[in-house]
């Protein structure tokens, strides 16, 4: 487990999960840079969104909320440097078990998620 060393990126991260979760596209939406990319895999086939692509995906989807599923996010580590991180999630949701790898940096004042990486482990 990480040491809660950030309520900064900590805060970015809840509203990460709820966003996912609840179906919120404002707070994941409030979570990232405006030219974020969404890189990963999902049962071994390649994905790549703009940010603006993934939450049209969310968007159109039934939330885990929705479908009556156990909130089972977690954040598994938080390495900082500076103005930069990586974040290490797991993120159980809609009959998946995804990873989420999140590289954060500061931006006037406030932590944004530029990029995120994901896969799903069967």
Request: aromatic content about 14%; some cysteine.
């Amino acid at each position: 487990m990480y040491k809660k060393n950030n309520n900064e990126i900590e805060k970015v991260i809840t509203n990460y999960f709820e966003g996912l979760f609840q179906g919120d596209v404002n707070k994941l939406e409030s979570c990232f840079t405006d030219n974020a990319f969404i890189y990963g895999d999902i049962n071994g086939s390649p994905y790549k969104k703009s940010i603006m692509e993934y939450l049209d995906g969310v968007k159109n989807r039934q939330s885990p909320n929705d479908l009556k599923e156990t909130f089972k996010m977690e954040i598994i580590g938080i390495d900082i440097i500076e103005n930069i991180a990586m974040v290490k999630l797991h993120v159980p949701m809609l009959s998946y078990n995804y990873y989420d790898y999140l590289s954060l940096t500061k931006i006037d004042d406030n932590w944004k998620i530029v990029n995120k990486i994901f896969t799903h482990v069967a």
